[in-house]
């Protein structure tokens, strides 16, 4: 069965067949159609289009794609990876200025270290919103460079606080200067990659946050052999060594970074419309890459928004306090504070694989909810543990750390291709991912109050609540799921005079009946 949902005078319209390979959206299931094209499934599975005037046939997992589809990876994949990993070294690398003594060189009060980590998140949701509608404006080649270099000199600056005041201070605005690159990655891929190749590319990209925590820390151990140097501490050095390769990098992003699949100058023209054309066809419905404000204020009706904005809200929570705490955490075990830097770095190392590993079996499965529950389930298994085995051996505790670092660190690339995978249009996705990620930094800043220093060193206090929200957010995210496989089972069984009447509204994005969410 194929129905057809005309939306102008000139014929374009939508269809949609009646699969399983539809429903689960796994192959591009959303296709938007010209007048003479349907829609079939290939002798591989793989759904394709073809011309019925006697046309070529266009396989989105051809060769050529295949092709196409690498050399956008080895362009654009790399230099999202290398920038993020600056971000979050930047972010979180005062955790190893505090293991370097950063509280006692600034004679900081209690609670001054937790208030300046928490800090950097209300700058990070004011400008969220902003920053994307500026990507979406002047395009990421000349807006991500301007951010990169404003956070590098803020981190640098950071060197030279003398007090509690200055600290908190340098962070606000270094969490305002990198809320203009936060969303702009996943928003990029977004609009590069079909949505079943979107998880594996995230997960690639995201993993370079665990490579700035392995990197970070042995970073930090070789840094602060530098000590005394110039008359500076050592975590005056590591403010100064890690935030200068953030400028260095602004302009080879400016130099490599490609703008949009549309505009791009890297691909030949052939290359450039195989691209946009195998993007079309997994857009299904939501094509356009107009702004448009009816998406900007519709989005805010979105159910969708709201189920993606609690679900990352209470990971988060977890997620920046262990990115935050990981060395005081790795401390309490008994090392010392040259051996802790070193010993961070095998942890992230087995989350980077992990991370990577869940990813590709998302796409895979073409699933997001049960790889996200699942990821839940092992971070809150390893923060039960951290509390079970405190008195235990030093191996076992390094253990449980690991287990709940993998958890904690997986979760990211799912959760955020699933709100990327689910909302169409540019302009609603641009804000949608814009407006998740800013609220996501409220349980940030809640994150950065979890581990005090009267809770050393087994920080029970702070691997509770990390455990609870999680498994709160476990039953939040299979609902979640179920609410969505019920959106899409609803949508298959429309009439025909439902289903007319669901296609009448102009510029519909994923509210049009064709659209299949991915579950």
Not at 2 to 19: A, F, I, L, P, Q
Not at 39 to 61: A, C, E, H, Q, S
Not at 415 to 425: A, D, R, T
């Amino acid at each position: 069965m194929v129905r057809h949902c005309v939306k102008n005078g000139d014929g374009d319209g939508y269809s949609s067949e009646k699969d399983q390979s539809l429903r689960t959206g796994e192959t591009g299931a959303d296709i938007k159609y010209r007048a003479e094209l349907r829609t079939i499934v290939n002798n591989d599975g793989n759904l394709v289009d073809v011309d019925m005037n006697g046309g070529d046939t266009f396989d989105p997992d051809s060769e050529e794609v295949r092709r196409v589809r690498w050399k956008v990876d080895k362009r654009l994949i790399p230099m999202l990876s290398l920038l993020y990993l600056c971000s979050f070294l930047d972010r979180v690398n005062i955790g190893n200025a505090k293991v370097a003594n950063l509280e006692t060189d600034l004679n900081l009060k209690p609670g001054v270290y937790n208030l300046a980590l928490s800090i950097f998140f209300i700058g990070y949701v004011l400008g969220e919103i902003p920053a994307n509608l500026m990507l979406k404006k002047i395009g990421p080649r000349r807006w991500v460079p301007m951010v990169m270099f404003s956070w590098g000199i803020v981190s640098m600056s950071m060197a030279g606080v003398k007090n509690g005041v200055g600290l908190i201070a340098t962070r606000f605005f270094l969490g305002l200067a990198e809320s203009g690159f936060a969303p702009g990655p996943v928003y990029i891929i977004s609009l590069w990659y079909r949505r079943c190749e979107q998880a594996l590319r995230l997960a690639v990209f995201f993993s370079a946050a665990t490579v700035a925590g392995a990197f970070g820390g042995l970073l930090s151990y070789g840094i602060s052999q530098l000590h005394g140097l110039l008359g500076l501490q050592a975590w005056q050095w590591i403010f100064l060594l890690e935030g200068l390769p953030t400028i260095i990098c602004c302009f080879l992003a400016y130099t490599f970074l490609p703008d949009f699949p549309e505009t791009s100058t890297f691909l030949t023209p052939e290359e450039k419309e195989l691209n946009v054309e195998r993007l079309r066809i997994d857009a299904g419905p939501a094509t356009d890459n107009e702004f448009s404000w009816k998406q900007f204020w519709g989005v805010w009706r979105d159910w969708k928004l709201y189920g993606h904005m609690i679900i990352g809200l209470l990971h988060s929570v977890a997620f920046a306090s262990l990115g935050l705490f990981v060395p005081s955490i790795t401390l309490g075990f008994g090392f010392d504070r040259i051996t802790t830097q070193i010993m961070t770095a095998p942890i992230y190392v087995f989350a980077c694989l992990f991370t990577i590993l869940l990813a590709v079996s998302s796409d895979r499965f073409s699933d997001r909810g049960y790889h996200a529950a699942f990821s839940t389930i092992v971070a809150a298994v390893g923060y039960m543990l951290l509390i079970i085995l405190r008195e235990y051996s030093v191996a076992a505790r390094y253990v449980s750390l690991v287990i709940c670092t993998c958890g904690v660190y997986s979760f990211v690339p799912v959760m955020l291709s699933w709100p990327s995978s689910n909302i169409g249009g540019h302009t609603k996705k641009g804000v949608a991912l814009a407006i998740i990620i800013s609220f996501v930094q409220i349980g940030g800043a809640a994150g950065g109050q979890l581990y005090r220093a009267d809770d050393a060193p087994h920080y029970v206090r702070g691997h509770t609540i990390s455990a609870c929200v999680l498994l709160v957010d476990t039953f939040l995210i299979l609902g979640f799921k179920q609410l969505l496989r019920r959106e899409n089972r609803r949508r298959e069984n429309l009439t025909p005079e439902e289903y007319e009447k669901e296609c009448k509204e102009s510029d519909m994005t994923d509210a049009n009946p064709d659209f299949r969410f991915f579950e």
